[in-house]
């Protein structure tokens, strides 16, 4: 059953092309990266040398300028995040985001091309792993998947039970 063709032919807007139903759409994407953001932020912003350790752990950026981004990207990821779940400047919110997230991709992906056998420090941990326990793909199509709610978010912002829409309609 093709609810956009049947209901379009009916002369109605299809199922998927309400207003309604997008704004549902957005509100999951949003609260999906946005608590995403928000977790991963928290879990490492009190422990802010953890967090340095996994960026030096890619060996991507000289050691002091990764232990700078270490420190300060729990407290952008807490904030993106809280942004987000709030609903607040989704778009750059979510812009960020995205950006944040391609990021990611390309690290894990540099360190799984390289034979680092790291964990990703999404979630508080970090650092030099045995080989048997990387998870590269996961992490990988894992961040892939929030890459598309963030595009989702910078295309259509308007999402459903929003502070921005609540504050600025």
């Known amino acids: 059953m093709n609810l956009v063709s049947e209901r379009s032919q009916a002369g109605e807007p299809g199922l998927l092309r309400r207003p309604r139903t997008l704004d549902l759409v957005g509100l999951v994407a949003r609260l999906l990266l946005g608590g995403v ?15 340095a350790r996994a960026v030096q752990a890619y060996q991507i950026l000289p050691f002091d300028l990764a232990t700078y981004v270490g420190y300060g990207l729990p407290i952008l990821e807490v904030l993106l995040g809280a942004l ?12 960020i985001a995205g950006v944040l997230l391609v ?4 690290g894990i992906a540099s360190a799984w091309a390289r034979g680092i056998s790291i964990d990703c420090g999404c979630f508080g941990q970090g650092g030099t792993i045995d080989p048997s326990q990387t998870r590269y793909l996961e992490e990988i199509l894992r961040d892939v998947g929030l890459v598309l709610c963030a595009a989702w978010l910078v295309t259509r912002p308007r999402t459903a039970y929003s502070l921005e829409r609540t504050l600025f309609a």
């Open 37 to 51: 953001m928000l977790v991963a932020g928290l879990l490492k912003v009190a422990k802010p040398e953890v967090s």
């Open 103 to 106: 990021a990611f991709i390309i």
């Open 84 to 95: 987000l779940v709030l609903g607040l400047f989704t778009r750059t919110a979510a812009a």
